[in-house]
């Protein structure tokens, strides 16, 4: 998302019969952006088939939790991020943003809707000195090689943080 952070917070999902959220791969966070818009975000990464399906019913979920987190905030735009480990759509085009519209051009309402897509074997990498932010976090998410990994670590701070909570998530469970 090209979009100025400036606070960010994972949301508590609520329950759902009887075992956390998190145990069925929903997990979503708040954020606030350096305009004070605030933003309900979930990421999932899909394999497999029923992927119109699971993304749809991803951005369903996401959006509808927030009614259960029980903090009094209001109903905030929600956008997924959906990143396939699979060829899914016909075009060469490793990015996508599908946005739902309406027929009546007076009527707007569903076109914050935003739900985005991304293909990893869609992804070439390409060794340069220098890599946009976009491409290290997509080498990041690939995963398939520790040199690329390492670049997009060296070259974004949230990635080598997100790297060191995920080692350190890791060891606990391990444990």
């Known amino acids: 998302l090209k979009i100025q952070i400036e606070k960010i917070t ?5 329950k759902i019969d009887g075992k956390q959220a998190k145990e069925y791969g929903i997990v979503d966070v708040r954020l606030v952006t350096s305009t004070k818009e605030e933003l309900n975000v979930g990421i999932q990464i899909i394999d497999g ?3 119109q399906s699971k993304v749809f019913l991803y951005y369903a979920k996401i959006h509808s939790n927030q009614i259960f987190y ?5 109903i905030a735009r929600t956008i997924t991020i959906n990143i ?5 759509f016909k075009s060469k085009k490793l990015y996508r943003v599908i946005r739902i519209k309406t027929n ?10 935003e739900l ?4 990893l074997p869609k992804f070439r990498e390409k060794v340069k000195q220098y890599i946009s932010n976009k491409d290290a976090w997509i080498m990041y998410f690939k995963g398939t090689n520790e040199f690329y990994i390492n670049i997009a670590k060296r070259q974004n701070e949230k990635i080598k943080k997100l790297d060191e909570e995920i080692k350190k998530y890791w060891e606990k469970e391990k444990t």
Do not use: C, F, G, W
């Not at 029980?70 to 209001?74: I, L, Y």
């Not at 396939?84 to 899914?88: H, I, Q, R, S």
């Open 116 to 119: 985005h897509v991304i293909e």
């Open 49 to 51: 088939s029923y992927v």
């Open 84 to 88: 396939l480990d699979m060829e899914y």
């Open 70 to 74: 029980d903090d009094n905030r209001k």
């Open 10 to 14: 994972i949301n508590n999902t609520p």
């Open 104 to 113: 009546d051009a007076q009527d707007n309402s569903l076109e914050n809707m």
